[in-house]
């Protein structure tokens, strides 16, 4: 037995050791193999990072060189950008192509944006007013003493291009998730030091970036203040480096050499002390970059928006340049192809029905008003135009100076966030504007005007505006705007006002005297706003109302009345701007009755009509038309108190006031054409102009022209101060004249 047991252990050791041989050879045979048939690892690509420069409209060569890149299969894993170069970075990033950037930039309305100025058409009715009395960028608050804006431009139009572009990445957690990880550079005003951005909002990171200080009103966030990253860090080469970034390929907007002309003028000593500082804080970047592409823009201004279809084939221009250099990191079609796949796989486009709104930063009576203002959209595809198109029509009250949105998750639902900011430095608010009218150097009239307007003295929507001005026209009034229920159309206005006017008298073309009308008094206004466009008021004033005569010979009996008026006017402003509308029509007519009449027994009645109506005519053109009219029902020997023709845009080749009678109509054709573009932050454009006049004067002295009629040619600039216009004007029996003047022209 115990043999038997020895045999069969002997028989299983010698079957283990066989079974031991054999798997020793089997991983011989296994290691050999492998020796001779290596596994063999695809080789890893480097990590690309594009970096963009900031330069304004000079930026736009960054979508060429991201055309070039495209075009040649080189992969991106990383965008850093400052101002317009994290404009573009971050538009990228989201997964935009070059084609579909270049798209949206040409597609923006960069004046308007840079303007800074909510479109005339969406002001409230009493904004369109303030504009028509001071048509000017110029507003100023009353809030904390006099107080300046902290920017020429809210950056609210901005704003709102980035907020509807980047909404479907409402909920990101961090730019890395995004289709292509991303990061931008602003200031941090509170520290000094520059800022990162790589988490947040990606909107507000954006226009956080390029907020230039002095023209973009920076950006706040809780306790911190973020103006353009320009100053601290332009091309930022050390950010994509932190990113993980192997090779950086750095784009650089080359303006080329210094022009020592540029220094003769406050402006441009104030600009290269910019361009120096900014210039110190890219050199160390330009260093450390593996690739530097200086593009050409030597030819171009930051300010160039409207140039982008030249501007950006510089990029391309560039990349082409060093092909040799950037085809390094080509990949082949089938590495591109899977590249861009899991690109666009992190894309979004898609965005979720909001359930509710929430309105941030606000309470109380406005919260809930303004909240009212966007139940629309619960439970609706988002429509971002009528979003904006609400905002705005919010901004038009002139109480905002910026208002954006976004989508907020709380729990499982998804809401409509907005964010409305109050203007900081009002109300009340300062309009100021500056007025000059001449036609030739005798007759030259400068004035002084300021609007001050404070809100909710008698209750809600309430509006109580106080005027004053010196010069040829001297005033002070004043307005009580309340309406007779609260957020209904109707309302009471009474006032108060005193004026007075130095006018001219003539025989001729000969001045003989001048006269000082005064008319002061007091009354009370009952209206109906019928839309944001047109509002109808019914008033009764009683009057003080004088003439007397100033200088020279006497024309006209001086006369002292004390009428009760009344008076019904209509106004409808239906045009698209205000200093110089290109489409639409305005309309304004007046109806009064007075008591006494100047000289005479009896009471008078008088009617005095506009009508402006403009046209667009393909790109650059305008034609306008302006008919006007007055009647005295039959009233005669009115002096002053009658109606004049003569001036400026009034028969510009005839004195002011040079045609002086009981009735008058007025007629005016002509065409503008845009000439030139200017910056959007100073001005808009500069347009050249003719036109023809002709009018007629019922019941003037002895020697007033029949028909008399002009044709005139001019150039009229639209600047941030208002509209400078200036030329030339020759007209029947001998009348010429030259005229310029700063001040509403239509």
């Given at each position: 037995?115990n043999?038997f ?8 050791r010698?079957?283990?050791?066989a079974?031991s041989?054999l ?9 050999t ?6 596994v063999v ?5 480097p990590?690309v990072a594009?970096v963009f ?11 060429g ?5 495209e075009q040649?299969h ?7 950008g400052t101002s317009m170069?994290?404009?573009v970075g971050g538009?990228y990033a ?16 960069w004046?308007?944006?840079?303007s800074g100025?909510v479109p005339?058409?969406?002001l ?32 609210s139009a901005v704003g709102?291009?980035?907020d ?5 990445y409402?909920?990101?957690?961090n ?6 990880p ?5 200031t ?6 520059e800022?990162v ?12 970036t390029?907020?230039i200080?002095?023209?973009?009103a920076?950006v ?5 203040v ?16 932190a990113m993980g970034?192997?090779?950086?390929i750095?784009?650089?907007?080359d303006?080329?050499p ?6 003769s ?8 002390n ?10 160390n ?9 200086k ?11 409207e140039?982008s279809?030249?501007i950006?084939?510089?990029g ?5 340049q060093h ?7 080509a990949?082949k079609?089938?590495?591109?192809q899977a590249?861009v796949k ?10 979720p ?13 406005r ?6 203002e ?13 979003i ?7 901004q038009?009250?002139?109480?905002y ?11 499982d639902k998804?809401?409509?966030l ?5 203007k900081?430095?009002g ?6 504007g500056?007025?000059?009218?001449s036609?030739?150097v ?6 002084l005007?300021?609007?001050?307007t404070?809100f ?7 509006e ?12 002070a ?5 309340k ?14 006002y005193?004026t007075?006017?130095v006018?001219?008298?003539?025989s001729?073309?000969?001045?003989l005297a ?10 009370v ?7 944001s466009?047109?509002?109808l ?9 004088s003439?007397?005569?100033?200088i020279?010979?006497?024309?006209e009996?001086?006369f002292?009345?004390t009428?009760?008026?009344?008076s ?14 290109t ?6 007519t007046l109806y ?6 100047p000289?005479?027994?009896?009471g ?6 506009t ?10 053109g ?9 009647t ?7 002096g002053?108190?009658?109606f004049s023709?003569g001036?400026?845009?009034?028969l510009s ?10 009735d ?5 054709t ?12 100073i ?21 007033t ?7 005139s040619?001019?150039a009229v600039?639209k ?6 216009y ?8 001998g ?6 003047g700063?001040g509403?022209?239509?």
């Amino acid at each position: 037995m115990n043999c038997f047991r020895r045999i069969i252990f002997s028989e299983a050791r010698c079957g283990a050791r066989a079974m031991s041989v054999l798997l020793a050879v089997l991983m011989a045979v296994t290691v050999t193999a492998g020796a001779q048939q290596p596994v063999v690892q695809p080789p890893s690509r480097p990590k690309v990072a594009l970096v963009f420069e900031g330069g304004g409209a000079l930026g736009f060569a960054h979508i060429g060189v991201i055309e070039w890149m495209e075009q040649h299969h080189i992969p991106v894993d990383y965008v850093a950008g400052t101002s317009m170069g994290g404009l573009v970075g971050g538009l990228y990033a989201s997964g935009m192509r070059s084609q579909e950037i270049a798209d949206f930039m040409g597609g923006i309305n960069w004046t308007a944006v840079l303007s800074g100025q909510v479109p005339f058409p969406a002001l409230s009715y009493r904004r369109k007013e303030d504009k028509l009395a001071f048509p000017n960028r110029l507003e100023f608050g009353l809030k904390h003493g006099i107080s300046f804006p902290n920017g020429l431009n809210s950056g609210s139009a901005v704003g709102l291009l980035l907020d509807e572009k980047m909404l479907p990445y409402y909920d990101m957690k961090n730019f890395d998730d995004l289709p292509i990880p991303f990061r931008c550079v602003a200031t941090d005003m509170t520290t000094g030091k520059e800022h990162v951005f790589k988490d947040g909002s990606l909107a507000q990171a954006m226009r956080a970036t390029m907020s230039i200080p002095g023209v973009f009103a920076p950006v706040e966030h809780g306790t911190q203040v973020f103006s353009d990253g320009g100053a601290v860090n332009n091309l930022p080469v050390n950010v994509a480096r932190a990113m993980g970034a192997d090779i950086v390929i750095a784009v650089y907007l080359d303006t080329g050499p210094f022009d020592k002309k540029s220094l003769s003028s406050l402006v441009g000593v104030a600009g290269r002390n910019v361009e120096i500082m900014v210039a110190a804080n890219e050199l160390n970047s330009m260093k450390s970059a593996n690739i530097l592409l200086k593009a050409d823009v030597s030819k171009f201004s930051s300010g160039d928006f409207e140039k982008s279809a030249e501007i950006i084939p510089k990029g391309v221009e560039v990349a082409q340049q060093h092909a040799a250099e950037l085809e390094k990191y080509a990949v082949k079609n089938a590495d591109w192809q899977a590249y861009v796949k899991e690109r666009n796989s992190r894309r979004r486009t898609a965005v979720p029905e909001p359930t509710f709104v929430e309105i941030y930063g606000m309470h109380g009576v406005r919260q809930t008003e303004i909240a009212n203002e966007f139940t629309k959209y619960v439970n609706k595809p988002i429509d971002t135009a009528q979003i904006e198109k609400t905002i705005t029509d919010l901004q038009g009250t002139g109480l905002y100076s910026s208002i954006s949105y976004n989508l907020t998750d709380k729990g499982d639902k998804t809401g409509l966030l907005v964010r409305p900011r109050l203007k900081e430095y009002g109300p009340p608010f300062l309009n100021v504007g500056v007025f000059l009218s001449s036609n030739n150097v005798n007759d030259i009239q400068l004035g002084l005007a300021a609007r001050a307007t404070f809100f909710g003295l008698a209750g809600p929507g309430s509006e109580l505006r106080v005027n004053a001005s010196v010069g040829q026209v001297a005033a002070a009034t004043g307005e009580l705007y309340k309406p007779l229920v609260v957020g209904k159309r109707y309302f009471a206005a009474p006032r108060a006002y005193y004026t007075r006017t130095v006018s001219a008298f003539f025989s001729g073309s000969q001045q003989l005297a001048q006269y000082t009308k005064e008319k002061n008094g007091f009354g009370v206004d009952l209206g109906y706003i019928f839309s944001s466009k047109a509002e109808l008021r019914i008033g009764e004033d009683y009057q003080w109302y004088s003439e007397k005569l100033r200088i020279g010979t006497p024309i006209e009996q001086a006369f002292h009345i004390t009428p009760f008026v009344s008076s019904a006017r209509f106004q409808y402003l239906g045009q698209d701007s205000v200093q110089v509308p290109t489409r639409g029509t305005e309309l304004r007519t007046l109806y009064t009755y007075s008591t006494q009449t100047p000289n005479s027994s009896g009471g008078y009645s008088q009617w005095d009509t506009t009508m402006s109506h403009f046209i667009p005519v393909g790109s650059r053109g305008i034609i306008f038309g302006t008919g006007s009219g007055g009647t005295s029902f039959g009233a005669t020997n009115l002096g002053l108190a009658g109606f004049s023709l003569g001036g400026p845009l009034r028969l510009s080749a005839y004195n002011r006031g040079e045609l002086l009678g009981n009735d008058y109509f007025l007629a005016q054709t002509g065409y503008l054409h845009r000439l030139l573009k200017l910056n959007p932050v100073i001005g808009d454009a500069i347009y050249g102009t003719g036109f023809f006049e002709i009018g007629k004067v019922w019941g003037g002295p002895p020697g007033t022209p029949n028909l008399p009629f002009d044709v005139s040619g001019a150039a009229v600039i639209k600047t941030f101060i208002g509209p400078i216009y200036g030329g030339v004007s020759g007209g029947d029996s001998g009348h010429y004249a030259w005229f310029f003047g700063l001040g509403r022209i239509f």
